[in-house]
Antibody
């Protein structure tokens, strides 16, 4: 079955960096786009970033543009989110999520999330 | 960027009731509207995509409608497991924005 397992979360000081990983299994990784979506404590879902299945297209929310970078390693079937210059408002659970990757965009599978806390 | 506005932000109902949640897009998105359910402490789960298509395994008491800018999620004969938070998301273009959520509670 489809599995997405996030890792790399933790506590980091403002201005610091973290790299999140999303290990995929149960499907052909190179055929599917992946998203990152975050949820601050007690708040709603915020879409963060997206990369097309072949890495040819990537997109970011304005709130993270220029600070976060999405990438993927096909050989490891893993997607990454490099987060630099972190701010307190980046504190959230970060979910890796698979896009249907057909002619329409929707998320059909979600990981369980990894918590990032930005605090001094 | 396309803004998504849900209403109401919270809703109280009872088992057996029928409820409707509304989602409005700031510009037309055709039928590229998705609905997700999130239970406390869990990851979200897909309910409906392209405005009205039920995801595999989703009970038929859930239904979606709308196109353009106005969409609705209707849940008939509420069951105890339906009390959760619901989010709409536009799948028309990046950034793939979510609505702010509707908390459905007893």
């Amino acid at each position: 079955q489809v599995q997405l397992v996030e890792s790399g979360g933790g506590v980091v000081q403002p201005g610091g960096s973290l790299r999140l990983s999303c290990a995929a299994s149960g499907f052909t990784f190179s055929h599917f786009a992946l998203h990152w979506v975050r949820q601050a404590p007690g708040k709603g879902l915020e879409w963060v970033a997206f990369m097309w299945y072949d890495g040819s297209f990537e997109s970011y929310a304005d709130s993270v543009k220029g600070r976060f970078t999405i990438s993927r390693d096909k050989s490891k079937e893993t997607q990454y989110l490099q987060m630099d210059n972190l701010r307190a408002e980046d504190t959230a659970v970060y979910y890796c999520a698979r896009d249907y990757s057909g002619s329409v965009y929707y998320i059909d599978h979600w990981g369980q999330g990894t918590l990032v806390a930005v605090s001094s | 960027d396309i803004q998504m506005t849900q209403s109401p932000s919270s809703l109280s109902a009872s088992v057996g009731d029928t409820v409707t949640i509304t989602c409005r897009a700031s510009q037309t998105i055709s039928s590229y509207l998705n609905w997700y359910q999130q239970k406390e402490g869990k990851a979200p789960a897909l309910l409906i995509y392209t405005a009205s298509t039920l995801h595999t395994g989703v009970p038929s008491r859930f239904s979606g409608s709308g196109s353009g800018t106005d969409f609705t999620l209707t849940i008939t004969t509420l069951q105890p497991e339906d009390f959760a938070t619901y989010y709409c998301q536009q799948g028309d273009s990046s950034p793939f924005t979510f609505g702010q959520g509707t908390r459905l509670q007893i």
